[in-house]
């Protein structure tokens, strides 16, 4: 059974830092891209940031472009998400998601959320 689970969410200022971590078990991790989607209350669901399985590819979403990178260990079957300069604007929940295909339109599994609250 696959399991992805989101930490290092909190509350933080304008400006801060922040950064995400999704472990992954039970898939072949390095076998999977791994993205990170953003929810805020009312909002649709965005795709935030994407990394094929061996980090040969990336991409962003124009509005963290930036400010945020992307990053995995496969030996620690972990995903990253280092966001810089936060704004309020980035407050959601954060959700890690994988998936064979890099480009899928939805991905096939995904975490819990973590929250990120970022205060003006």
């Known amino acids: 059974q696959v399991h992805l689970v989101e930490s290092g969410g909190g509350l933080v200022q304008a400006g801060d830092s922040l950064r995400l971590s999704c472990v992954a078990s039970?898939?072949?991790?390095?076998?999977?891209?791994m993205a990170w989607f953003r929810q805020a209350p009312g909002n649709e669901r965005k795709l935030v940031a994407r990394i094929s399985g061996r980090s040969q590819y990336s991409n962003y979403a124009d509005f963290v472009k930036g400010r945020f990178t992307v990053s995995r260990d496969n030996a620690k079957n972990t995903m990253y998400l280092q966001m810089n300069s936060l704004k309020p604007e980035d407050t959601a929940i954060y959700y890690c998601?994988?998936?064979?295909?890099?480009?899928?339109?939805?991905?096939?599994?995904w975490g819990q959320g973590t929250q990120v609250t970022v205060s003006s």
């Open positions: 998601a994988a998936d064979k295909n890099f480009l899928a339109t939805d991905y096939n599994y």
């Open positions: 039970g898939l072949p991790f390095s076998y999977y891209a």
